[in-house]
């Protein structure tokens, strides 16, 4: 665990980057965090990092089918919000542990 | 001279040449694991694997029951050689395996095939196997890219950072 600053906030990280405490996310820590994934944020993106802090705010395991099924955006859709890592980086941009799911 | 410099795989081609459902499973499960790690993926179906992307069999895809030593009874009791023989326990059983896999969100086959090509994975079927089947590109399912020779394959698998899986 490590003191990371982002966006000018000091936040809580693992050795992969992700943020420990999911209550010290804000959208321009997400911000920051898609840049350094080489991806912009829009509002669609915003809708499945929502999505995915309010699942794992009720304990769910995420999965991209769960994530497709949902109706923001399907598969296909959400490779093309989070190019070569549909959970991984949505996951570590929404703020939310490491995807601990295979599938 | 650094030893230390992480190399992470570029590209896994993985062939399935075994159609039971654990097989195809494996096959599946390693590619969409692949494929969401932003892993370049092919994946080549030969043999009983091609059952795997057969649209008439898929679906129904079926675990052995007999000869299967780590075959369990619900409870972890070793399931009996001559109860899997039984008529409809096959069937049953793998019936049971499936709706074990969709509870943990794992999809049906053509779901899950569907999953793969949406984030760029290929699916091929090997032509040696397909002739013998007397199969055509018409009877595989809508996500398999062509059916090419075991050659082309090969040419497929360049690179230095690249692994070819057999499952």
């Known amino acids: 665990m490590a003191i990371k600053t982002i966006a000018g906030a000091q936040v809580n990280v693992s050795e992969e980057g992700y943020l420990e405490d999911m209550n010290e996310w804000n ?7 898609a840049s350094e994934v080489g991806i912009e944020l829009t509002d669609k993106h915003f809708e499945v990092l929502n ?13 991209i089918r769960k994530v497709g ?26 703020g939310i542990p490491k995807p601990a799911s295979c599938v | 001279m650094s030893s230390t410099e992480k190399k992470p795989l570029e590209k896994v081609c993985i062939i399935c040449a075994k159609g039971s459902l654990e097989d195809v499973y494996a096959t599946l499960v390693m590619a969409n694991g692949a494929v969401m790690e932003g892993i370049e993926t092919n994946v080549f179906f030969t043999f009983f694997g091609l059952d ?25 009791i070793p399931f009996p050689t001559m ?17 074990q896999m969709e509870e943990l969100d794992m999809p049906p086959v053509d779901e899950f095939l569907e999953m793969i090509t949406a984030g760029g994975g290929m699916i091929y079927a090997c032509k040696l196997a ?30 230095d950072r690249t692994q070819i899986i057999f499952t």
């Open chain 1, 27 to 33: 959208p321009e820590i997400a911000k920051e965090i």
């Open chain 1, 51 to 63: 999505y995915l802090r309010d699942k794992t705010e009720e304990g769910e395991s995420l999965t």
């Open chain 2, 52 to 76: 795997g992307i057969t649209k008439e069999r898929m679906l129904n895809l079926h675990t052995a029951t007999t000869g299967n030593p780590a075959m369990r009874m619900p409870g972890g």
């Open chain 2, 83 to 99: 109860l899997g023989g039984l008529p409809g326990v096959e069937a049953g059983v793998s019936k049971m395996m499936r709706s």
């Open chain 1, 69 to 94: 099924k949902s109706g923001i955006t399907d598969i296909k859709g959400l490779y093309t919000l989070f190019p070569k890592g549909p959970l991984k980086f949505s996951s570590k941009i929404a």
């Open chain 2, 130 to 159: 397909v002739d013998m089947f007397k199969l055509e590109q018409k009877d595989l399912h809508d996500e398999v890219d062509s059916i090419i020779t075991i050659g082309d394959f090969y040419g497929l698998c360049d690179g």
